[in-house]
């Protein structure tokens, strides 16, 4: 055990941690040059395509340190988008120590300050490494100055390398050596192995990932899952190296798999403590926090008929993503779902994507809301995240919606701009500092509803992509809030029904019945676009029907013979307009769903 580090690397989106990741690999040769490829640990197409990490990675890297002696390093590579700092805290879990990556250019960011307190909380040994010193505008002096004053690290102890370059990553792997403590444990004791995550594999079943905190687990122990007493039989434990590497044993303070013909993914659970069944341990370990989503979503199915394959693929993707939460939902025009719990739009996003592709679904998801609270006359409260349950309003006494605190990093030349914006989506009490020449912090209280409706990209393109976005969510504040209804053709449209702010009300009504008309086919009859909020219709548009020249043939004669051939024109249009069906496309339901800038 003496021999083994267990560490993490932690920063903000974008500092390099993949590349970093990459070095050590190559550095300690667990991959021959020909096969090596760069985000080697990304191993999913959506990660490599978007340049971001989504699930953290684990890999055991074999080092011989300078005094001759060999280590092993299990380094676990986490995303730093803010929707998957839960993937980080999970990490962190499974770790002694962390390197905290900065980049020399930008500075210490929003998710910096984020990822260091979840290390922090862990109390894990921190090693502050700067990255990116071959950039033109690296400024290794002004970032260390930072360290020490926002941080509150100390400077001298900052490491500094160019990942990309490959330059200071031997100075890094001695450091993890000789300042990350060795795991704590005892292999004598009996088995307590904690679950940070969990893949499935058609063929094994479960492969779940832990971290062996005491004692041994070997192949054919039967092994139980505290939290819900099911027992296994475990064929195979192993390593990570790039791929499953089969060992004879996990023991205390190692990183590794357990493949116990795990059929049932709901049996595992993220943050469960796995022990043996004849020799229990005395308590469950510390798990996780559960997490809290807060942006909702329907997905149904396109044909009816998926619901069943659908409702099997959730559950094999939340084994995967503990973050994810679901429950069965219908719908008037789009039958039956699933509404689905996310951390942030790129979540929802990516999570749409990762069933498309992995799963071959065929999905529809519903308008974003967040979760809003009504208090009733008869003195009940309600949380209400689907606009289908909406409340009476004659019923409601007072409606609140959650607010968040936005914590922005930004040069200061755009502060202008982004203070603007965020008066536009109703921020208040805002405070404003300069951590250091030229950067501004600015932190804004504001209401989540409006956070998720294109304010993260409009935020992006004002600052050009040098501004960081941190939030956290605060409380329930009192808001005027009505439901605003979509209706084609004289019928409601519940999927593009939205709990919305009543002054931003008839906006959001013009923009998605704008958007519906450019995305809905003509037909051969008029079809009317409406935003309502309750019998009062705020905004319409119209999509005008193909024109059939029925008068074509008739020529000359007198003018009643045409208005006739009009006038029955008229009639048949009447008839087809009562008994017409409009489909809407699946691009439309997207399509209400962009901002338009986009």
Known sequence: MTNIRNFS??????????????????????????????????????????????????VSLPYRAKDGVAYTLNLIDTPGHVDFSYEVSRSLASCEGVLLLIDAAQGVQAQTLANLYLA?????????????????????????????????????????????????????????VERIPPPKGDPGSPLAALIFDAKYDPF??????????????????????VHNNATYRVEEVGRFLLHRERTESLSAGEVGYIIAGVKTVSDVRTGDTITLENRPCEKPLHGFKEVKPV???????IAADDYENLSDCLARYKLNDASFIYEKDSSAALGQGFRCGFLGLLHLDVVQERLEREFGLSIIISVPSVRYR?????????????????????????????????????????????????????????????????RAEIVYEMPLAEVIFDYYDRFKSITQ??????????????????????LVNGEKVDAL??????????????????????????????????????????????????????????????????????????????????????????????????????
């Open 497 to 598: 029904s939205q709990i919305v702010h009543r002054e931003r009300a008839r906006a959001r009504a013009m923009q998605a019945c704008e958007r519906l008309k450019e995305e809905i086919p003509r037909q051969m009859f008029k079809i009317a676009i409406q935003g309502a909020i309750g019998g009062e219709i705020i905004s319409r548009t119209t999509i005008s029907p193909f024109r059939k020249d029925v008068t074509a043939k008739c020529y000359g004669g007198d003018i009643t013979r045409k208005r006739k051939l009009l006038e029955k024109q008229k009639k048949g249009k009447k008839r087809m307009k009562m008994i017409g069906n409009v489909i809407i496309p699946q691009s439309a339901f997207l399509a209400v769903l962009k901002s338009d800038a986009e």
């Open 465 to 486: 992509g040098y501004g960081s976005f941190d939030y956290d969510v605060l409380d329930y504040r009192e808001s005027n809030l009505v439901l605003l209804d979509i």
């Open 204 to 225: 094994r079943g479960t492969v779940i990932h832990c971290r062996v905190f005491d004692g041994v687990v070997r192949a054919g122990d039967t092994i139980r899952f």
């Open 120 to 176: 922090m909380e862990q109390n894990l040994e921190i090693i502050p490494v700067i990255n990116k010193i071959d950039l033109p505008a690296a400024d290794v002096n002004r970032v260390r100055a930072q360290v020490e004053a926002e941080l509150g690290l100390d400077p001298a102890g900052c490491l500094i390398c160019s990942a990309k370059m490959g330059i200071g990553i031997q100075e890094i792997l001695e450091a993890i």
């Open 9 to 58: 690397i932690i920063a903000h989106i974008d500092h390099g941690k993949s590349t970093l990741a990459d070095r050590f690999i190559q550095y300690c040769g667990i991959v021959e040059e020909r096969n090596f490829q760069d985000q080697i640990l990304d191993n999913m197409d959506i990660e490599r395509e978007r340049g971001i990490t989504i699930k953290s990675q684990a």
């Open 295 to 301: 942006v909702f979503a329907s997905i149904y199915p």
């Open 374 to 438: 009504f208090t009733l006359k008869d003195g009940r409260i309600i949380y209400v995240d689907n606009p289908a349950h909406y409340p009476d309003p004659l019923s409601v006494i007072k409606s609140e919606e959650p607010y968040i605190r936005a914590s922005m990093m930004l040069p200061e030349r755009y502060l202008g701009a982004v203070m603007k914006l965020c008066m536009e989506k109703r921020g208040v009490n805002s405070t404003l500092n300069y951590p250091s020449p030229g």
